[in-house]
């Protein structure tokens, strides 16, 4: 069983989509279902994660109604406000459909690099566990001490790390950005996205080896229990084409036996979102 664990659904909308700006000209149209499934069939993979790009309900709702209409979606992570007063009555309602597995927040984008640990935010995060849905941890470098944090706070919740904290690939390993890789890495609650490096190197310009020594360091951090493939498509193409993304990781994967591949190609994606394959 071959899964992209990551990977997004729009239909475009400027204001909506503000974050897609003049210099991604490439994303700036619609991609749906249809525009991924000769991708994943193509290259043998058997479904994918649908994650939210967008920070609402409506996102949510979007993507679940794509889940219905279209088999290749195994499951989607969606956007709840976790610091709502509601947010029980709101986990309930959505968790009863059980194409949603997760929940995940742009913090990337919040300028307090300490907002996972705010008390109304870990207040909700504090409930998924009941619901049984996972948490996609979404954030830059300079935000992982945060992320070890809430990490340590809630032993009995799913996490993963989208991205890899999408370090700058510039052929220079960040020490702080090695640093809380390894420490997250020591908590077995946790575990990693092997997606969206294309476009944290010089987009179009990179070769496969400029990838290999980041690769080590989640690889030893995590281990190959709790890695797993995400294209990050759309997004990728601003960098690189699908086959392209997934090439990466198939030859570093080479040094692997068969059996490990099958578990980072796919077989954590669905232990770890609890897929019904």
Not at 4 to 15: A, G, I, L, T, V
Not at 240 to 249: F, H, K, M, Q, S
Request: proline share 4%; hydrophobic share 40%.
């Amino acid at each position: 069983m071959f899964i992209d664990s990551h990977q997004h659904f729009w239909k475009y909308n400027p204001s909506r989509h503000a974050w897609i700006d003049a210099s991604m000209e490439t994303l700036r149209r619609d991609f749906m279902p249809k525009d991924l499934e000769g991708l994943l069939d193509s290259n043998g993979l058997d479904g994918c994660i649908a994650v939210q790009a967008d920070q609402s309900e409506n996102e949510t709702d979007f993507l679940l109604k794509c889940s219905e209409k279209n088999p290749c979606i195994k499951g989607v992570v969606g956007w709840l406000d976790l610091r709502a007063n509601d947010i029980e009555e709101k986990l309930q309602a959505y968790s009863a459909n059980t194409m949603l597995k997760g929940l995940r927040h742009i913090v990337q984008d919040e300028q307090d690099d300490y907002f996972m640990l705010r008390p109304d935010f870990q207040r909700g995060m504090g409930l998924l566990s009941k619901y049984g849905l996972c948490y996609d941890i979404l954030v830059y470098e300079k935000q992982l001490p945060a992320a070890v944090e809430l990490v340590k706070n809630f032993p009995d919740q799913r996490f993963v790390l989208d991205h890899i904290a999408k370090p700058r690939i510039n052929g220079t390993i960040d020490r702080c950005w090695k640093h809380y890789i390894e420490e997250l890495g020591r908590h077995k609650n946790i575990s990693c996205k092997v997606s969206g490096l294309v476009t944290e190197a010089a987009w179009g310009k990179w070769k496969k080896e400029d990838f290999w020594p980041y690769l080590d360091v989640v690889f030893n951090a995590f281990g190959t229990e709790r890695l797993m493939f995400g294209s990050d498509w759309p997004v990728c193409l601003l960098s690189a084409t699908y086959n392209e993304v997934l090439e990466i990781l198939e030859d570093y994967l080479n040094q692997f036996p068969e059996d490990v591949k099958a578990k980072i190609m796919g077989l954590n994606a669905v232990s770890f979102y609890k897929l019904k394959i």
